[in-house]
């Protein structure tokens, strides 16, 4: 029986392309320069993770320790190999839309862990995968379907373009006002990022190590493009459509094309660091956006929509 021959993903370094043949569909190069050195880190990473409880990360043994450095200054005291360090931050921009000094040691491990369900432990490949991982599903339609049909049945109930301004706490639950309403409830569910509910005034005020709490934790910068060509030809080339950069704004895309689609859609993620796809988009705006394109990394053959 004939097999057939594996899907490549491709790594862009300095704008150069680098096909590796040996690549996985996660398109975290296997190249022998960094094989040894991540093989290290990710098992090291792997294993740390498997002693945090999901559920109270703050209970890991040592965990004031882990906390108290970051990602990179962990990953600089395991490896000296500049490109696995580079890669790292590519991993990072796209997993939490920061740089791996951005984020703790304890943090990266509670994300590892939590890649995992009651059967398989997590693993920072789970993260990243397009099989058995965290990109292997896509909701047809987008997953702002959810929140849109859950609307369409709430009806009126749901108020849109009103931000909840304040939230007081009275002797009956509590009363939320926006700039043009005003609520009262039994109970108020605050479901916004950290960042964003500090911004709201609270009545009484929030506990002060809260009130900290959420003025410490920041929001990771990321943002998506989708670019549609006429076929997905990446895959008659052999490639599977995952790539990963160094250079680019768009450091990552994945093949998001539904499987009977004729086009071709590539998902490519960015940080919105200031070399990141906003800023460059913002530089060249174009109608249409085919100026975006012009970031994305190019598989070989690319003739886009
Ligand atoms: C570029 C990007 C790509 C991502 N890709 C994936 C992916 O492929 N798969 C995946 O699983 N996850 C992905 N995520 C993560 C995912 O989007 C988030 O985990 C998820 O949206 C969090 O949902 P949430 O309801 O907690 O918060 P949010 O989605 O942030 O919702 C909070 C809502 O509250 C609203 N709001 C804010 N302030 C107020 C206020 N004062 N009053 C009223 N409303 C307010 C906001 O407008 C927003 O609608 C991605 C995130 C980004 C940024």
Redesign the pocket.
């Known amino acids: 029986m004939r097999k057939t021959p594996p899907k490549k993903a491709i790594f862009l370094r300095h704008r150069r392309r680098c096909p590796d043949p040996a690549a996985d569909a996660s398109g975290l190069t296997r190249r022998t320069t960094i094989l040894l050195d991540l093989n290290t880190v990710v098992s090291e990473l792997d294993s740390m993770a498997t002693s945090v409880p999901i559920d109270a990360p703050w209970t890991t043994p040592r965990a004031a320790a882990l906390d108290s450095q970051s990602l990179e200054t962990w990953l600089e005291s395991k490896t000296q190999n500049p490109r696995l360090l580079v890669l790292a931050s590519v991993a990072t921009r796209a997993i939490f839309?920061a740089e791996p000094r951005e984020v703790s040691l304890l943090f990266t491990l509670f994300y590892v862990a939590a890649a995992g369900d009651e059967k398989t432990p997590g693993t920072f490949e789970r993260l990243f995968n397009t099989r058995n991982g965290?990109?292997m599903f896509?909701f047809v339609g987008g997953?702002q379907t959810i929140?849109l049909r859950m609307a369409s049945a709430l009806g009126p109930r749901v108020l849109l373009n009103?931000?909840?301004?304040s939230v007081t706490q009275t002797a009956a639950g509590v009363r939320v006002a926006?700039d043009s309403s005003t609520v009262s409830a039994a109970r108020a569910i605050?479901?916004?990022?950290p960042t964003?509910?500090v911004?709201?005034v609270y009545d009484p005020p929030l506990p002060p190590l809260r009130d900290q709490l959420t003025q410490r934790v920041f929001q990771?910068s990321?943002?998506?493009a989708e670019a549609v060509y006429d076929t997905p030809f990446w895959r008659a080339q052999g490639y599977t459509g995952t790539s990963i950069a160094d250079t680019t704004p768009a450091n990552t895309t994945f093949d998001n094309s539904r499987r009977k689609d004729r086009p071709g859609y590539s998902?490519a993620?960015s940080a919105a660091t200031p070399g990141g796809l906003p800023a460059a988009l913002r530089r060249q705006p174009t109608p249409g956006g085919a100026q975006e394109l012009r970031h994305l990394p190019r598989f070989p053959g690319a003739h886009p929509a």
């Open positions: 839309g965290a990109q896509r997953s929140p009103q931000p909840v301004r926006t605050v479901a916004v990022p964003l509910a911004r709201i990771g990321l943002i998506k998902s993620s």
